[in-house]
């Protein structure tokens, strides 16, 4: 689905040559190379507080904490995500409430999380699934009037813009209080082992989150509150500062790619290619494709049998998962997320896609359909 080898020959130098600077300089643990990632990365998504840490699970963990949210509470975010949004929810002991998605983007509804509003509800996490923003704006409206924190998980879309109403843009994750992303290899902008951010305008928030991420300490060795470790290291974050320089272009790579799938599949009576959502820019960190009356496992197995890998995500929406069992959620609930979960299927999408792998993959599809 990635082709990881092929971006590091192409980088190859610059990165060989920063990972053995941190080796050498024996500074493995907070290093100058995390503070100057977190610099860098404030300074491209326009946010005042970058803090890294160890991957984008606990990006999500350390914010709700930092929100002060308390057990019974409840979190809405969507069915249709991975299981960390949910997983992070569910052991802080507050109470993730679901909702569904939008047929066309695949984005949460801020009509349904309205309506899933309670007095015990203190957070949204909205996802910005696939590369591309959820629409924030009518979600903060919600948040405004319900005195809720909006806490985004932005471990898919870093990079992408959201576009205001009057015409203005924030990246994404940048938007509602708290934004939180993963630098998991295969993510638009990855490490090479586990990293993750969690970014803020707000000082006391920003604050919180330093210290809960130390072990909750502020002076050494004095714990104010229980907190976590959770640290980007340093080779990973010398590695990032290379890769942040090429993030824009990463995203026209992928871009490209995707516009040449769209000019394949486009109007194909089995296929929907994706959705542009008129609020943000799109970084394709998948490439999805809704099918109609295709046997897609079959797609799936025939693709395989030619070299071309192809993914499913997500097969089972997050209230229909065993962990996640909750009498308040039956099948049939969220009728979106489970009609999508049964036809999306994604097909390969990185930055070092050219013509010849483009025109394979969409001949070998079009070929089985
Ligand atoms: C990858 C991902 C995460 C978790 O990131 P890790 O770094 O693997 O912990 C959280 N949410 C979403 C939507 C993701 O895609």
Do not use: W
Request: with cysteine; charged share 25%.
């Amino acid at each position: 689905m990635v082709d990881l080898k092929s971006q590091y020959e192409r980088l190859q130098e610059e990165i060989d040559t920063a990972v053995l600077e941190v080796v050498r300089s024996t500074q493995y643990i907070n290093g100058p190379e995390v503070k100057k990632f977190q610099e860098e990365l404030e300074t491209y998504l326009g946010v005042k507080h970058v803090i890294p840490c160890a991957n984008g699970t606990d990006s999500l963990q350390v914010a709700m904490m930092a929100c002060g949210l308390k057990p019974g509470d409840e979190v809405i975010t969507t069915s249709f995500t991975f299981v960390a949004t949910v997983e992070v929810i569910a052991l802080l002991g507050l109470k993730p409430v679901l909702v569904d998605v939008l047929p066309d983007t695949f984005n949460i509804d801020p009509e349904a999380v309205k309506k899933a509003i309670t007095p015990k509800t203190k957070a949204i996490v909205p996802v910005h699934l696939f590369g591309q923003c959820v629409h924030m704006e009518p979600l903060m409206e919600i948040a405004r009037e319900n005195d809720l924190y909006v806490i985004e998980d932005n471990a898919q879309a870093i990079g992408a813009e959201y576009v205001f109403k009057d015409g203005t843009q924030k990246k994404a994750g940048t938007i509602g209080h708290i934004g939180c992303t993963s630098f998991f290899p295969s993510k638009n902008l990855g490490c090479y082992g586990d990293g993750g951010a969690i970014f803020t305008h707000d000082d006391e928030l920003a604050k919180k989150m330093r210290v809960i991420v130390n072990h909750g300490m502020e002076v050494r060795y004095y714990h104010d509150s229980v907190g976590v470790n959770s640290r980007l290291d340093s080779i990973q974050a010398a590695i990032l500062r290379i890769k942040l320089r090429h993030l824009d272009e990463f995203a026209a790579a992928r871009r490209r790619a995707a516009d040449f799938y769209n000019r394949a599949f486009d109007g194909h009576p089995k296929l929907t290619i994706p959705a542009r959502s008129p609020f943000s820019t799109h970084v394709f960190h998948q490439y999805t494709l809704k099918t109609k009356d295709v046997d897609r496992l079959k797609l799936q197995e025939y693709l395989q049998a030619k070299g071309v890998p192809a993914m499913i995500y997500y097969p089972v929406p997050m209230h229909l998962q065993k962990a996640y069992t909750d009498p308040r959620y039956k099948e049939g609930d969220f009728p979106v997320t489970e009609d999508l979960s049964k036809r999306v299927i994604s097909l390969p999408m990185h930055t070092e896609l050219d013509e010849e792998q483009l025109k394979y993959i969409t001949d070998s599809v079009l070929e089985f359909l």
